[in-house]
């Protein structure tokens, strides 16, 4: 096996909740390693990772941006990923890329939402786990009590690596060092909790410790420091101000000497999935002389490259000129150029080796979480998908100008290849085009892109919210649909029972006709109808979810029968029978967060409670603020962010995650159906 190359390579992702210095931390990295010359900032919009015009103007990463570093013979590549909740998508697609999260904590206000977020779904990846606590130098900081706080919410496992010295102008290590000075804490108790935690790790060079009570060498501690790292029994935190650069040396030491290879982290959890059969683990070798298997992690459309895919390799070697395929396609597509990324620069290489990150581009078949591969042994391979939010925030769009109709649809088409979080729905029955993000800085972010990349001008307004119907108890429907013009005729006859389904189980259409009463060639028509009555909705005109349609008998003609009669006979028998099933219609809910000063707190509160909202806790946080989680209906958000400057003079900000659907008030009920029976009678 080969993997001289790939033990040298290092792969991590820089998470965390907005303002905690990520972007300025990777251009530390950047500067302390040789890759540019001066440290730019975010203020002035000069980083290399947030080189977008849109993140220029807001002071903040929208998207994941890679760069690469060498430090002491290794290459590190670094994904920066954005902090705030709206933008969790990228920040989360990342984590399929990398071995090792670096969860990053302002030390100024501590653990906050997207902190907690990240660093929980990264140890559910497998992924090793580092917390740097950065802006060490910053004013009224409690370093102290946010190590005390980390392990209180992350727990004990979570050891000192290294201690500030001299207020935070610089950083001393622990695995070499068992004395010295520090701001706070004992050196020499900090190393020596931190050799304990590791030597569990390995039972003989335990026994040998406790024989001798000499400290193991550096190079003895290396494997079950590894094997703590993976099995998430030691999560180390080090200290770093990427302002002035204390520190960087440090995390880059550990990260070049401490962190895992390719082959040393929790290996990725490949699927093979052959159609009709059950899946079962499939073993990447992070080994460059194998069949290529890579992971797309990225999809961006750039304005000048066209259409790119951003992948880490995990076995094999990807090289220029060769070829590939994508997913369980036929045909493979040509590598013409091969990048690896520095930011907005793309750096053309021969060459990638497992471990490696790096883009292809103009190929249109390629979409996020494609596995991409060299032969047809590994077509239907796959990764463990990504759990992401689930896009509730809404926009209804469209265009200024006539004409712009088709330009606005393939936009946003592009928009949503590149964004997991990121959908784009279009409601015939309204004429509504509908954006929705996680937020509304979310979809602030997606308007200004296509306004000042793509030069489109739109109008918005609120959507409909996504209302869903579904029924409570079995019924029967039955339908004939006969109809004789002259001519040949149509005759269809369906009989159909429903039943509800468990909430979020979707739809199943079951046929159990027998002796050919329907014949199996009108079935696809009859499950057609069955379709278009459940679209339409039958309530209040939205889609039914969450039952089962089971075809029991029907009739035909030798002559008549028809397609189109099938068509109708099943919409309409699915009608019958869901007004008699007790039908109800359900509204999404929402998890808010809500993060103000601790003044607005009873304000906030109680306007939630106004609008049919739960609040679920309070939690303080470090910098004076609070953060109120509540459970709330979508429909009551409605101009939300005004109603949050008002209450909090301008200092609150929300973010939203999808959490359930619920039946609505009667009263609402009843007003949704009345609107629907208004609507049908006007187009009458």
């Not at 400290?215 to 998430?232: I, Q």
């Not at 469209?398 to 928009?415: A, N, S, V, W, Y």
Request: proline share 5%.
């Amino acid at each position: 096996m080969s993997q001289d190359l790939s033990a040298k390579i290092r792969s991590v992702a820089l998470v965390g909740h907005g303002a905690a210095g990520k972007t300025t931390l990777a251009e530390s990295l950047l500067a302390a390693t040789g890759a540019i010359t001066t440290r730019g900032s975010v203020e002035k919009g000069n980083t290399v990772c947030d080189f977008d015009p849109v993140e220029k103007d807001l002071g903040h990463s929208l998207q994941s941006a890679l760069v690469s570093v060498d430090w002491a013979g290794t290459q590190i590549h670094v994904v920066d990923t954005p902090g705030y909740p709206d933008f969790a998508g990228q920040a989360i697609g990342a984590l399929a890329a990398v071995d090792t999260a670096l969860v990053v904590i302002n030390a100024q206000t501590g653990i906050e939402l997207s902190t907690e977020r990240m660093f929980n779904l990264a140890g559910e990846r497998g992924l090793c786990r580092m917390i740097v606590i950065n802006k060490i130098d910053a004013d009224n900081v409690d370093l102290p009590a946010l190590v005390a706080d980390i392990r209180e919410r992350f727990g004990k496992q979570c050891l000192l690596l290294d201690l500030p010295v001299h207020h935070g102008e610089e950083v001393v290590e622990l695995l070499g060092h068992d004395d010295g000075e520090s701001d706070f804490e004992s050196v020499s108790a900090a190393h020596r909790a931190l050799i304990d935690q590791i030597i569990e790790e390995d039972d003989s060079l335990m026994a040998r410790y406790l024989e001798d009570g000499a400290d193991p060498s550096l190079d003895e501690l290396h494997a079950p420091f590894e094997k703590a790292l993976r099995a998430g029994h030691l999560i180390p935190i080090l200290f770093v101000s990427s302002r002035t650069g204390a520190g960087v040396p440090q995390l880059l030491d550990a990260l070049a000497k401490l962190a895992p290879n390719p082959a040393e982290g929790n290996p990725p959890p490949f699927y093979r999935g052959e159609p009709g059969q059950e899946p079962e683990a499939f073993a990447a070798q992070p080994d460059d002389s194998l069949h290529v298997l890579a992971h797309v992690f990225k999809v961006v459309m750039d304005p000048f490259i066209g259409k790119m895919g951003v992948f880490r390799v995990h076995q094999g070697t990807v090289r220029r000129d060769g070829q590939l395929f994508v997913g369980s396609a036929k045909r493979p597509f040509k590598v013409a150029h091969l990048y690896r990324l520095q930011g907005k620069d793309y750096v053309e290489v021969p060459a990638l080796v497992p471990g490696d990150i790096g883009a292809v581009a103009k190929v249109e078949e390629i979409e996020f979480d494609s596995v991409l591969h060299d032969s047809h042994d590994e077509d239907h391979i796959h990764l463990k998908p990504l759990e992401f939010p689930q896009p509730m925030q809404g926009l209804a769009v469209e265009t200024r100008r006539k004409g712009d109709e088709q330009r606005l649809f393939e936009i946003l088409h592009k928009l949503e290849l590149e964004d997991p979080c990121f959908k784009v729905e279009r409601h015939p029955g309204t004429n509504e085009t509908v954006i929705r993000g996680l937020g509304e800085m979310h979809l602030r972010a997606k308007m200004a892109r296509m306004q000042q990349q793509f030069k489109l001008e739109l109008d918005t307004h609120a959507p409909q919210i996504a209302y869903r119907e579904t029924i409570t108890a079995n019924a029967e429907g039955h339908c004939r649909h006969k109809k004789q013009s002259g001519g040949a005729g149509q005759f269809g006859e369906v009989m159909l029972r429903v039943e509800p389904l468990e909430r979020g189980a979707g739809f199943e259409f079951v046929d159990v006709v027998k002796g050919g009463a329907i014949p199996g060639v009108f079935m696809a028509a009859v499950e057609k109808g069955v379709r278009q009555a459940l679209a339409d909705g039958v309530v209040a005109g939205f889609p039914v979810h969450d039952i089962r349609v089971t075809v029991y008998d029907g009739k035909t003609h030798a002559v008549d029968g028809k397609d189109i009669a099938f068509v109708s006979a099943g919409r309409k028998a699915t009608i019958d029978a869901i007004r008699l099933a007790k039908p109800m219609v359900l509204e999404p809910l929402v998890n808010i967060e809500v993060l103000s000063p601790e003044a607005s707190i009873g304000d906030l509160t109680g306007d939630l409670a106004s609008k049919r909202g739960q609040v679920t806790g309070t939690q303080p946080r470090a910098d004076g603020n609070v953060s109120i989680s509540a459970l709330i209906p979508l429909a009551e958000l409605d101009e939300y962010q005004g109603r949050l400057k008002s209450l909090t003079g301008g200092k609150g900000s929300y973010s939203i995650t999808f959490s359930h659907y619920a039946q609505v008030p009667a009263q609402t009920q009843q007003q949704l159906a009345s609107n629907f029976k208004a609507e049908a009678l006007a187009d009458d």
